[in-house]
């Protein structure tokens, strides 16, 4: 399975994004799928999860109201709005799939990873 993120640039604080991960089989509605960002020096940091169905999310705290996970099988699509964003969301974000055959989501324990798209909140 390969993933393809998209959607990354810059953007003052408060504005908006929205990220895309395209997975290449259509097999994508056996996967969990994850969002996890990277700044330099740090270690990858889940942000958002979502079930193989799309109907369980989980997020972290720091982005919670702000940031919706959302997924189209039919499109092999995984997608992060990010709303009212903060200088601190700055970071490389990735796309992680994770074969399950369970409809629970998963905060690691990934099986591949796209290789990110750069996102700078200026202030």
């Known amino acids: 399975l390969q993933l393809a993120e998209s959607g990354g640039g810059t953007v003052q604080a408060g504005g908006s994004l929205r990220l895309s991960c395209v997975a290449s089989e259509d097999t994508i509605n056996t996967f969990a799928m994850n969002w996890f960002r990277q700044t330099p020096g740090k270690d990858q940091q889940y942000v958002a999860a979502?079930?193989?169905?799309?109907?369980?999310?989980l997020y972290i705290p720091s982005v919670e109201g702000r940031f919706t996970i959302s997924r189209d099988n039919a499109k092999n699509t995984v997608y992060l709005q990010m709303n009212s964003l903060k200088p601190e969301d700055t970071a490389v974000y990735f796309c992680?799939?994770?074969?399950?055959?369970?409809?629970?989501?998963?905060?690691?324990?990934?099986?591949?990873w796209g290789e990110g798209t750069p996102v700078t909140v200026s202030s």
């Open positions: 979502i079930n193989r169905y799309g109907t369980s999310t």
């Open positions: 992680a799939a994770r074969k399950t055959i369970s409809d629970r989501v998963f905060i690691d324990g990934m099986d591949y």
